[in-house]
Every structure is written in C-alpha cells, then in structure tokens.
C-alpha cells in the first residue's frame, strides 16, 4: 500500500507541474488548519518549570482568535484545543480532510547550550544537516509514543538521514508557498513580537510532509534558555507572538490571493 500510496503521490505532483491550468482561477485561502504541537502524555521539550505542549497551545489558540475576529470568511480548525494527545498522522489527517489552505503548527524550542534563544520557522525539505536534523529528530520522535507506530511508520529510522528522503515528495509541490509564509513569519516575529529571528530552516518534520498545502512548523522560543523561557510565560508576550503569526498569515493571504 505504501508503494501504491508514493506512486499516486509522485503523479499528483507531476501533473501539479506540466498542468497549471488545474488550480482553480481564483483561489482563496478560506480554511487553515492550526496545530499544537504535543500534548497529552506528549509533553514536548520543556524548561525548569515549563512544558512544550502547554505555552504551544496557549499560543495556538490565540492565534486562532485573531484569525476568527478579524478575518471575515476564514474558517480556523484546531488539531487540538485542549491538552489531549493527537497522533502525527492525524494532526495531518485533519488539515487534508478538511481541505485546507494553510498548516501552521506552533512549538517551543530546546538545545543543550542555555544562551541560545530565539524564533525558527521550518518548511518540509530533506537538507537534515547539523542542527536541523536534530529538530526533525526531536519533533519527529513523538511517533515512538504511538500505538502501533512501528507498523505506521514501517521502514523510518529516525537516527538515519536517508530515511527521510521520501518526505520531500508530497510538499515539493507546495514549497515556494510554504517559504512565503515562514519569510512572513520570521519579518512579523522580529518586528511586531520584538523577537530575535534565527531564520527560516528546512528539515524533514513528518507533520509538514503528509499535509497536501502549504505549511510550516514555528519554533516560537527556547524552553531551554532561561530568560526566554520567563518571556514564553508571559500573556502578553504570547499575545505579541499571536499576533505576528496573525499578521503573517493576514499578509500571506493578502499577496497569494493578489495572484488571482
């Protein structure tokens, strides 16, 4: 079934490429999908006193508000609203059967060094080198708390670069999109939040590769470092974080729609 699954996958995106008079003439970004991340048994990373799952939902349901109070005709779907655990493939599964525009998925950031700090914003790629891959390797390793992850997920070795490789196929079709909205991102992290931008980065994350849209995986801050960590804890700084995510995707449905 896999085989089957990467062969539909590798014609859809061909057919995206030699045929563009397949997308519809005027597209608008009318459904986004947000996701926060962990939960659950899933604590995500954390700090001295301050777990992933719960500043990322925190954050992820203000975004949400934003785009539901000053947006007019845009649907927001939450992958969680509460602190339950939601699988992967499902977080995924939710932004595909809905058929939605965008997939932002909101985390908190770790490294073993405490003076780093700072705001990360990844695209679906397969250049896993140095520091990236292990981000894909941390975000990914939640597939190990999976019931049955070990049929799920058949064949993936998440110590292994090339076992990665696949996931570049279904997001190719969707990276210059999904790179706009990250840019966007970063520009409103550092500008509206006050944030120090470390950029936007490509790695192999398992949540960006199943999704059929545009997405992006948003490292709001470092858990790991202890001044930030007191900043991600504070209201108003989550609302300032909210609200450059906000004004990115306001700004990012603003220019793709322009297209039209």
């Known amino acids: 079934?896999?085989?089957?699954?990467?062969?539909?996958?590798?014609?859809a995106i061909t057919?995206?490429?030699?045929?563009?008079?397949?997308?519809?003439?005027?597209?608008?970004?009318?459904?986004?999908?947000?996701?926060?991340?962990?939960?659950?048994?899933?604590?995500?990373?954390?700090?001295?006193?301050?777990?992933?799952?719960?500043?990322?939902?925190?954050?992820?349901?203000?975004?949400?508000?934003?785009?539901?109070?000053?947006?007019?005709?845009?649907?927001?779907?939450?992958t969680r609203k509460t602190d339950v655990f939601v699988e992967l493939m499902d977080r995924a599964k939710i932004a595909n059967d809905n058929n939605a525009d965008l997939f932002i998925s909101i985390h908190c950031n770790a490294l073993g060094k405490s003076t780093v700090k700072g705001t990360e914003t990844y695209v679906m790629a397969v250049k896993n080198t140095d520091r990236n891959f292990e981000v894909a390797k941390r975000e990914n390793s939640v597939i190990l708390l999976?019931?049955?992850?070990?049929?799920?997920?058949?064949?993936?070795?998440?110590?292994?670069p090339e076992s990665?490789?696949?996931?570049?196929?279904?997001?190719?079709?969707?990276?210059?999109?999904?790179?706009?909205?990250?840019?966007?991102?970063?520009?409103?992290?550092?500008?509206?939040?006050?944030?120090?931008?470390?950029?936007?980065?490509?790695?192999?994350l398992y949540v960006l590769w199943n999704t059929a849209m545009p997405s992006a995986l948003?490292?709001?801050?470092?858990?790991?470092?202890?001044?930030?960590?007191?900043?991600?804890?504070d209201e108003k700084i989550q609302d300032y974080i909210a609200s450059a995510i906000f004004r990115a995707f306001r700004d990012y449905k603003t220019e793709v729609e322009s297209l039209n």
Request: charged share 25%.
């Open 1 to 11: 079934m896999k085989n089957i699954r990467y062969i539909f996958l590798v014609a």
């Open 15 to 78: 057919l995206l490429k030699i045929n563009p008079s397949i997308y519809a003439q005027d597209y608008v970004v009318k459904t986004v999908v947000i996701d926060a991340g962990h939960g659950g048994k899933d604590p995500g990373t954390h700090g001295k006193y301050t777990n992933e799952k719960d500043i990322a939902l925190k954050v992820a349901l203000k975004v949400g508000q934003y785009i539901e109070e000053h947006i007019e005709g845009v649907k927001v779907i939450y």
């Open 146 to 160: 999976e019931d049955n992850y070990e049929e799920n997920y058949q064949g993936l070795d998440l110590e292994k």
């Open 164 to 204: 990665y490789i696949l996931f570049s196929l279904t997001q190719s079709a969707y990276q210059a999109s999904s790179i706009l909205f990250a840019d966007k991102v970063e520009e409103q992290l550092g500008k509206r939040a006050g944030r120090k931008s470390l950029g936007v980065k490509q790695s192999s």
């Open 218 to 233: 948003i490292e709001i801050g470092y858990l790991t470092n202890p001044g930030e960590e007191k900043e991600l804890n």
